[in-house]
């Protein structure tokens, strides 16, 4: 398994640009799916993004598809979410996950379904109106 500590929340206004960081330490040669999900008050926690172990596939929730981007770097064993046009809505703990997989190719249902064995302890997004 790997620890994962996710930086970069804050306040935003609706509009506005944030970029979670998400980095990994400990079994960190393994291949790993990485995702990013959140969770607002009083809902259930949400997928929100995904990327295979080579970074060539990537996956988004009809919600942030087109506004959200992500990306990793193994070198650096970091995943980025950039969040553009950040709607109130958007607002919540955001949380980094990871799990082995070699696999390149996902379904999005799969990936929100899926029970990853690794979590970070979430950073908070707020976006004003």
């Known amino acids: 398994q790997v620890q994962l500590v996710e930086s970069g929340g804050g306040l935003v206004q609706a509009g506005g640009s944030l970029t979670l960081s998400c980095v990994a330490s400990?079994?960190?040669?393994?291949?790993?799916?990485m995702g990013w999900f959140r969770q607002a008050p009083g809902k259930e926690r949400e997928f929100v993004a995904a990327?295979?172990?080579?970074?060539?596939?990537?996956y988004y929730s009809d919600s942030v598809k087109g506004r959200f981007t992500i990306s990793r770097d193994n070198a650096k064993n970091t995943v980025l979410l950039r969040m553009n046009s950040l709607k109130p809505e958007d607002t919540a703990v955001y949380s980094c996950a990871a799990d082995q997989s070699p696999t390149e190719y996902f379904t999005v249902i799969a990936l929100a379904r899926r029970q990853f064995s690794s979590w970070g302890q979430g950073t908070q997004v707020t976006v004003s109106s």
């Open positions: 990327i295979s172990w080579s970074g060539l596939s990537t």
């Open positions: 400990g079994r960190t040669d393994a291949r790993y799916v």
